[in-house]
């Protein structure tokens, strides 16, 4: 039984009756049928999220900036979440369909949580189950505009691992979503997974300065989050140190032209 695929909150209504009167009349004039509706892109978006499992435990990374099209819209927009003492999400895309990611994982928590068994959904099962969300959607041509990054760490075992708007899944020692895959990814994979939690702060922080650098969409405000043994720990939004001396950031040509 899963309360979240009975009780979307984004889904609309396909068929609005009209109903007939005694003499077979329409019993309001006003009342027509409607068609369903689609989110045909999204409108408020954030970008690359970015996971490295490290000594200890899984860090993700993002920026919290929230773009209406080109437009810098929102500064101080969220996109790490605690779902468990185990298991933490990140999700770029769109912010409202990612707000529904997080609401229907709480509701599984918590209905897993009501039964009382002693058996708790681990981070790979919260994995298998945004699949299973993100695959229904898409079935529906209604899909969630987002990627999902969901860490965990439970028993001693990292977990990392990528679900996408149609249900794509899997699993690696660093992911990275939106154009943080063409930037970022190399940069991460160089990271070793025996890093220590400072290094891996680090690195994450090279990276999402790189990603400001070359991506209009993100902003120098970030916030880092940890999965390990102790919990689950998510920073206070901080700014990022940038620096543009470098020579291939100088205006030296201009039209083709050198200057002088």
């Known amino acids: 039984f899963s309360p979240v695929l009975l009780n979307s909150s984004q889904q609309?209504?396909?068929?609005?009756?009209?109903?007939?009167?005694?003499?077979?009349?329409?019993?309001?004039?006003?009342?027509?049928?409607?068609?369903?509706?689609?989110?045909?892109?999204?409108?408020?978006?954030?970008?690359?999220?970015?996971?490295?499992k490290y000594k200890d435990g899984v860090m993700l990374a993002a920026d919290t900036l929230g773009?209406?099209?080109?437009?810098?819209?929102?500064?101080?927009?969220?996109?790490?979440?605690?779902i468990s003492d185990t298991t933490l999400i990140g999700g770029s895309g769109d912010l409202s369909d990612f707000d529904n990611v997080v609401k229907y994982v709480?509701?599984?928590?918590?209905?897993?949580n009501a039964h009382d068994d002693?058996?708790?959904?681990?981070?790979?099962?919260?994995?298998?189950?945004?699949?299973?969300v993100m695959y229904n959607r898409r079935n529906k041509f209604d899909p969630l505009w987002n990627e999902v990054v969901v860490a965990g760490f439970r028993d001693g075992k990292p977990f990392l691992g990528v679900v996408?708007?149609?249900?794509?899944?899997?699993?690696d020692d660093a992911v990275a979503t939106?154009?943080?895959?063409?930037?970022?990814?190399?940069?991460?994979?160089?990271?070793?997974?025996?890093?220590?939690k400072e290094d891996a702060k680090k690195v994450m922080e090279d990276c999402l300065r790189v990603l400001f650098y070359r991506n209009c969409r993100s902003s120098t405000k970030i916030q880092i989050a940890?999965?390990?043994?102790?919990?689950?720990?998510?920073?206070?939004?901080?700014?990022?140190?940038?620096?543009?001396?470098?020579?291939?950031?100088?205006?030296?040509?201009?039209?083709?032209?050198?200057?002088?």
């Open 106 to 112: 709480r509701e599984m928590s918590i209905y897993d």
């Open 67 to 82: 773009s209406y099209g080109s437009l810098a819209r929102y500064r101080e927009v969220k996109r790490l979440s605690k």
């Open 164 to 171: 996408d708007l149609i249900g794509t899944m899997y699993e």
């Open 12 to 52: 609309t209504s396909h068929y609005n009756p009209i109903v007939i009167g005694s003499r077979g009349k329409s019993a309001s004039s006003e009342r027509t049928c409607e068609p369903s509706t689609r989110t045909l892109q999204p409108i408020v978006t954030g970008t690359g999220v970015l996971g490295l």
């Open 226 to 260: 940890t999965v390990s043994a102790e919990g689950v720990e998510i920073s206070d939004p901080y700014e990022l140190s940038t620096y543009w001396g470098y020579e291939g950031f100088k205006h030296t040509e201009y039209h083709g032209q050198k200057g002088h």
């Open 178 to 196: 939106s154009f943080g895959n063409y930037i970022c990814l190399p940069l991460l994979r160089k990271a070793s997974t025996e890093l220590s």
């Open 118 to 132: 002693g058996c708790k959904m681990t981070p790979k099962d919260v994995h298998q189950y945004l699949g299973r």
